[in-house]
């Protein structure tokens, strides 16, 4: 038995189409950053036993179905992995059969229905979890790009990039970190969660009617990604958040434009999240310069990327642009805020028309390692038994 980690990431590039489905190959290469575990994680335990007689899955103490094709493809590689290196080692002498049945229980530290990305983590930590019960190691953000394309970033901690790869079978299109967790210790993630309602349509299928119909999403692979690509990098290496909030916050507006020019269109903001832009832009010129800057993934919560030093005066500005309702001392979580009071100046140019209870709470994080392994045997998802420990 086996339990591991995965963290949740956000990107800053945009992963948006795919060339070939079944592989799960992007059209154009992206780049995330990795969360902190400690505010959001997937926990996930895999165990193989002779007693076992079906496969099992449970998602947050309820059972689910386990033959779901992207659960079997990453399932399927991992066993694919171990019969490779097994073949290849005459150590291995008693290895866990690969024709046992499992049973898998995964859990998220967060509230799926907060519509913060979940797939990505789940994955990165299902594929993390089987290689480790099956003695598989090296390259696997190719497996847990089977799961969900995303998923293969979450397979590494700090500055992540998926590269696109060049090759029909995939094997070149691979996550790889670009700078770890600890390159820019000042930047902050405050996640704006503003609305538990479920996608209107989900990533998969919106990113193809994407691809069929958009002819700005094929400009943007072709020419716009390259070149935002090389300058992203320049900026997390130069720590420059001038360059990178702006560039951030282009290309989150350029992935929703290419949803508007889809046809029929999809629309993943709301009024909420435009008020959010706009609240951002006016706290910017403000300043004078680039404080904080949001992105937005197929959902209408914001995530704003800042520096340690603005995070108090901008919780201060959302808590003033949208007074929560109930709950007032929840609504900050995660990583401590201190208290910030606003120039009278400020709250005039920037803090308009607040809007009661829209942001349920705020989520405050920083960038974070990739998949961890639990050593610890009390914190298995499932007992001894094989059976979920807190079963619904
Ligand atoms: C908007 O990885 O969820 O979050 O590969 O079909 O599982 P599938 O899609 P998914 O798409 C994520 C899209 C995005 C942008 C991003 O994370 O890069």
Redesign the pocket.
């Known amino acids: 038995m086996v339990t591991c980690t995965a963290p949740v990431?956000?990107?800053v590039?945009?992963?948006?189409g795919?060339r070939d489905n079944d592989l799960?190959l992007?059209i154009n290469s992206?780049l995330?950053v990795t969360l902190h575990q400690d505010q959001l994680k997937t926990t996930t335990t895999a165990a193989a036993s002779r007693d076992f007689t079906e496969d099992r899955l449970w998602l947050n103490g309820e059972e689910a179905d386990v033959g779901h094709p992207?659960l079997q493809a990453c399932l399927r590689e991992v066993r694919r992995l171990a019969r490779k290196r097994r073949g290849g080692s005459a150590e291995d002498t008693a290895p866990l059969s690969l024709s046992y049945k499992i049973h898998i229980a995964t859990e998220n530290n967060f509230p799926t229905a907060a519509g913060l990305?979940s797939?990505?983590a789940g994955y990165a930590c299902l594929v993390s979890a089987l290689a480790r019960l099956y003695g598989v190691e090296g390259e696997l953000s190719e497996v847990a790009?089977h799961?969900?394309?995303?998923?293969c970033?979450s397979m590494w901690g700090g500055f992540v990039q998926?590269q696109r790869g060049e090759r029909p079978d995939g094997r070149d299109s691979l996550a790889h970190q670009v700078a770890p967790e600890t390159h820019w210790p000042e930047l902050r993630v405050l996640v704006l969660v503003v609305s538990g309602e479920k996608k209107q349509v989900?990533?998969?299928a919106g990113?193809q009617t994407s691809v069929d119909t958009s002819p700005l999403l094929k400009h943007r692979a072709e020419v716009v990604v390259p070149e935002r690509l090389a300058l992203m990098m320049r900026h997390i290496c130069e720590r420059d958040f001038e360059g990178f909030g702006q560039l951030t916050m282009q290309d989150s507006n350029q992935?929703h434009a290419t949803c508007l020019d889809t046809f029929p269109p999809i629309f993943?903001l709301n009024d909420l999240s435009r008020h959010i832009i706009a609240l951002a832009h006016r706290f910017n010129t403000h300043h004078g310069c680039t404080k904080v800057a949001y992105t937005f993934?197929?959902g209408p919560n914001a995530v704003i990327f800042t520096l340690a030093d603005t995070v108090a005066e901008f919780v201060e500005v959302v808590r003033r642009s949208f007074p929560p309702a109930t709950n007032g001392d929840q609504f900050v979580r995660g990583l401590p805020v201190g208290s910030a009071s606003l120039p009278e100046e400020l709250l005039a140019a920037v803090v308009t028309e607040p809007v009661l209870g829209a942001v349920r709470y705020i989520l405050h994080t920083k960038p974070g390692p990739g998949p961890q392994l639990v050593d610890d045997p009390s914190q298995h998802l499932l007992g001894a038994d094989g059976l979920p420990r807190h079963c619904a």
């Open positions: 990431n956000i990107a590039i945009k992963y948006w795919k799960i992007p992206s995330s992207r990305a797939s990505a790009r799961g969900s394309g995303s998923a970033r998926w989900g990533s998969t990113m992935f993943y993934d197929a």
